[in-house]
């Protein structure tokens, strides 16, 4: 299969080399870590000793534990040349931050690592790393690594492919017109994460009921809910659950990586509350698989979605925006900087237009502010510094 490099996690990786840390790429599974970790490699080949393991690879499935890796990397390390080592699904390995530690420390040794749970960066490994790494989170194709991927061409039709089936790289190996294994290869994936990641590591009992909050999640994308108002809701459906369990199994969810947590911001206080957040998909497209018996396609809560994981991966810190008791879709900041974002699938209605951008108006600073739509005719609207722009040109900007 042919690799197309993505540049900016490629970048990431060099401004950070010779720091003396290691590098975690992150991400859910299947989102491109592999090939970044691949394209490193291919890269990195003419200046140094590669040492690759690849822990879903049948070769390396004898490594599972951190005196085993310690001892492969010692049998493949050259002294007296430049050492790179790459090992993808780090997790795979029992306690490998006990390995990791030591080669972190050699001058001449790079260590690059891929994880796909969060819980591989929690407090324990943290300390035992002694805070010696950087993590660059490896996010699905955005749109427009998703058109030179597929090799199209930006359009309504682009786009409309884009939020149907997400930014797994693999997909674009499959044809278009084959939608059935299209779907079965994002129900795989959704089944890999299932087992793999939250069943067999988290040693989940009840399996029901973690499938059916990802699919809850996936129905009500975009919405404000908490734990609490989860288990009542479930306790209606006959399905009687606690609040802590609900909130363990959310946890368990965003350690994979494939669901993440939006926290709301009081926008005058300055503060961020901890309780009714909002959940978004990191692949729109595992989303819609969730949701593919679902009659309704609910395009505004892909729209919102499909403007977090831009937001992020072009390395905001995203939340949910609140002033004088009015919501705000999202609160993006970045060091010093700040936007305001709201999504609409049209302005065209006077009425949504007015709350749209009133809401927006509330907020007396001079941060970008900006809406964004489907609708062509609101391209560049410029209302009080507000700028309305079309989902098409607000996935391809340079933010």
């Known amino acids: 299969m042919k690799i197309i490099n993505r540049v900016n996690y490629i970048q990431q990786v060099e401004s950070l080399i010779g720091k003396g840390e290691a590098i975690v790429l992150t991400g859910h599974r299947r989102a491109g870590k592999s090939c970044v970790l691949e394209s490193l490699a291919k890269q990195w080949k003419e200046f140094g ?19 085993e890796l310690h001892d492969y990397v010692k049998a ?7 050492n790179y080592l790459l090992i993808d699904e780090v997790q795979e390995i029992s306690q490998f931050e006990k390995a990791l530690r030591y080669w972190i420390r050699q001058d001449d040794m790079i260590v690059v690592v891929t994880g796909s749970n969060a819980a591989m960066l929690s407090s324990e490994v943290a300390t035992a790393f002694a805070g010696r790494y950087f993590d660059v989170h490896v996010c699905s194709l955005n749109y427009a690594e998703f058109l030179q991927f597929h090799s199209l061409q930006d359009s309504d ?6 939020l149907r089936w997400g930014g797994l790289p693999f997909l674009a190996q499959i044809p278009m017109a084959d939608t059935k294994v299209r779907t079965d290869y994002l129900g795989s994936i959704y089944d890999t994460i299932f087992v793999k990641d939250i069943i067999t590591r988290r040693k989940v009992r009840n399996v029901t009921l973690m499938d ?5 999640v996936a129905d009500n994308t975009g919405k404000i809910f908490s734990a609490n108002s989860i288990a009542k809701y479930l306790k209606g459906k006959e399905n009687s659950v606690s609040a802590n369990t609900v909130a363990e199994y959310m946890e368990a969810w965003c350690e994979s990586y494939m669901i993440d947590k939006v926290k709301r911001f009081d926008i005058k206080g300055k503060l961020v509350f901890e309780q009714q957040e909002k959940y978004y998909f990191e692949d729109i497209g595992i989303r819609n698989y969730l949701c593919k018996d679902k009659r309704n396609i609910d395009i ?6 499909v ?10 810190d995203v939340f949910i925006g609140q002033i004088n008791g009015k919501e705000i879709d999202f609160v993006a900041r970045r060091g010093t900087e700040i936007m305001y974002v709201q999504v609409s699938m049209s302005i065209t209605d006077e009425a949504t237009y007015q709350r749209e951008f009133g809401n927006l108006k509330l907020i007396r600073d001079n941060y970008p502010k900006y809406i964004i739509t489907l ?3 609101a391209a560049l609207v410029n209302d009080d510094g507000i700028i309305s722009c079309t989902m098409r040109d607000f996935l391809l900007r340079q933010l």
């Open 49 to 67: 000793n590669i040492i690759f393991i690849d822990m879903e690879n049948p070769d390396h499935t004898d490594i599972t534990t951190y005196q």
């Open 76 to 82: 493949h390390y050259k002294e007296g040349k430049r």
């Open 157 to 162: 039709e682009s786009l409309a492919t884009y």
């Open 212 to 216: 059916n909050l990802a699919r809850f």
């Open 300 to 305: 505004e809560k892909i729209l919102e979605n």
């Open 307 to 316: 403007v977090y994981l831009k937001l992020k991966s072009s390395g905001f």
């Open 375 to 377: 609708d062509p005719n």
